[in-house]
């Protein structure tokens, strides 16, 4: 049976003042890092193996600890844990003014008697505590195959020795107790909390041991020690050993690649050519055939440019040999082609004036940033009218981005929002025969078929009418010939994490239909 090496801490108190950097503005760090487990792991084991006289430069080269903590390294280097933690929001930034370390003012006050330090004897220094919601413990869970299940049954009973004598992880204010030990499947399955996972490593993230980490802190811990040497400060060199891996709880939808550009007229460069927002269907189909006959006179066989990459993932159609419309089980990644109407303020018409081409959630973006280079400059057609917009490419740094374009995608993570709204009509997959629990779960189908894990979204709602003014009636807009038979609605998404978007549902996403609209609490 498949096996886990778990190491568990537990805070005495439901708080955590860890944090991502020294300044006092440098955000919480949420869950703890590997790193930071580790660090506390090294300094446990140096107050567990101290020697008769206290010291702890023995400790850190007792055989049993040692070598322990090293094999954790290099299975942190190579397989980063996954993470189990409560659910934490930061709390508000308290200043408190503490004695000042850097300096003697305080203790040769005391020494001449005078107990009371004076204002100017203080630092400040700001507590922002991270408050956990419904636990106090931390969960660290590494995968196990035979060769390490082997071994981590060799090494748990010290590294059991060594996280029971953690004190604390964060600040020296957090106290906390420890334990690790080997665990079977199931157990591993029944374990609490918000269930992070580790992705790329290398990427902006929590640190991470690596090979050379606990050699790098027992050289930190000695230059801490002989930091007065002949009555001259050496200053300590900080740690840097260490790598960084992105993090990202199994509900958090990863980032979603795309290029949004300007419907620009023909003659000018300067203004919009503006469509009803009626004919977003008409507008999407317009930017897939500019972005298929560009893959088309584009491709690289040699490279990811193939001629699968254009028919599938371009056009959108399903593997070779089957019918040019992918069947709705078919997960295979795509383009999303968003005709965007403008909306956002008092006098905004709704029109449509910008589209946005989207890769799936988790895409590598290679495919954005082609659409980004190569489409810049495209003249769109319209089957009837002929040409009839040109597309100018806008990055999200742009002011022009800031107009319209961030109400459907952030241009930052700290500007993603809870709350988004359709502004073209959402086709479900199918009859809900005015039945709520059919058109629930039709609801729930259509974030799976998405991206959406269902424990993403707080709250969803649907009616026929929209939530936002200027929205034209569900039955006006346009639909392809094979989605003109199903319901249609509008829907109002809050999700449980501010999302980044652009985001999209339903049986028309990819071309048009169940565009969504971030809104800010109240709105």
């Known amino acids: 049976m498949p096996s886990h090496l778990l190491i568990s801490i537990t ?18 760090e949420w869950p703890p890092s590997p790193l930071r487990l580790f660090q506390a792991m090294v300094a446990a084991a140096a107050a567990r193996w101290a020697g008769d006289d206290g010291s702890t430069r023995a400790a850190l080269t007792a055989e049993a600890p040692v070598a322990a903590l090293r094999w954790l390294e290099d299975l942190c280097a190579a397989t980063p844990p996954t993470i189990l933690a409560p659910r934490a929001v930061t709390g508000q930034a308290v200043p408190r003014y503490v004695p000042n370390n850097s300096a003697d003012l305080v203790a040769a006050k005391w020494a001449r008697g ?11 220094k700001v507590f922002r505590p991270t408050h956990l919601l419904d636990g106090d413990t931390v969960h660290y869970l590494w995968p196990l195959n035979e060769t390490s299940q082997r071994e981590a049954r060799q090494q748990a009973p010290t590294l059991s020795a060594v996280a029971r004598c953690i004190v604390a992880l964060g600040w020296g204010i957090d106290a906390a107790i420890g334990d690790a030990r080997v665990i079977d499947a199931s157990h591993a399955d029944s374990l609490r909390g918000e269930r992070w996972e580790p ?45 960084t891996t992105a993090y990202r709880r199994a509900t958090d939808l990863p980032d979603r690649p795309f290029a949004a ?15 009803p927002a009626t004919r977003a269907v008409c507008i999407a189909a317009m930017l897939r055939h500019a972005a298929c006959k560009a893959a088309q006179g584009d491709l690289d066989p040699s490279g990811w440019r193939t001629e ?4 599938r993932f371009v056009a959108g159609h399903g593997p070779a040999g089957s019918a ?30 910008r589209v946005i081409i989207a890769e ?4 590598d973006g290679r495919s954005a940033r082609w659409a980004a280079q190569r489409l810049a400059g495209t003249v769109l057609m319209d089957e009837e009218r002929g040409p009839v917009a040109r597309l100018e490419f806008v990055e999200p740094v742009e002011p022009e981005f ?29 009859y809900d025969d005015a039945k709520p629990a059919k058109r629930e779960q039709l609801l729930n189908d259509c974030l799976a078929h998405a991206g959406f894990h269902a424990d993403a979204v707080e709250s969803l709602e649907a009616r026929p009418a929209a939530w936002l003014a200027g929205c034209a009636p569900t039955q006006t807009f346009r639909r392809p010939a094979y989605l003109r038979h199903l319901p249609a609605l509008h829907v109002r998404i809050r999700f449980r994490a501010p999302t980044a978007g652009p985001v999209a549902l339903g049986a028309g996403r990819h071309c048009g239909l169940g565009v969504f609209a971030a809104c800010r609490e109240g709105k």
């Open 360 to 363: 799936p959630f988790g895409g």
């Open 11 to 28: 805070f005495l108190q439901p708080t955590c003042h860890a944090r991502r950097g020294k300044e006092d503005a440098a955000p919480n």
């Open 402 to 430: 800031a107009k319209v374009f961030r109400l459907y995608a952030a241009r930052a993570p700290s500007k993603a929002e809870f709350v988004w709204t359709s502004v073209t009509p959402v086709i479900l997959p199918g």
């Open 199 to 243: 992705g790329r490593i290398g990427a902006p993230g929590l640190r991470l041991p690596v090979s050379g980490t606990f050699d790098a802190l027992v050289r930190r811990h000695a230059a801490f020690l002989d930091r007065l040497k002949d009555g001259v400060f050496q200053p300590v060199p900080p740690v840097r050993e260490f790598t």
């Open 114 to 124: 005078n107990a009371l330090a004076t204002f100017e004897d203080r630092t400040k």
């Open 324 to 353: 040019k419309r992918r069947d709705k089980a078919d997960a295979h990644p795509r383009f999303s082609y968003f005709a965007i109407p403008s909306i956002g303020h008092a006098h905004a018409d709704g029109c449509i004036r």
């Open 261 to 275: 550009f300007i419907l620009r007229p023909l003659d000018r460069d300067t203004g919009y050519t503006a469509f």
């Open 308 to 311: 699968e990459w254009s028919l």
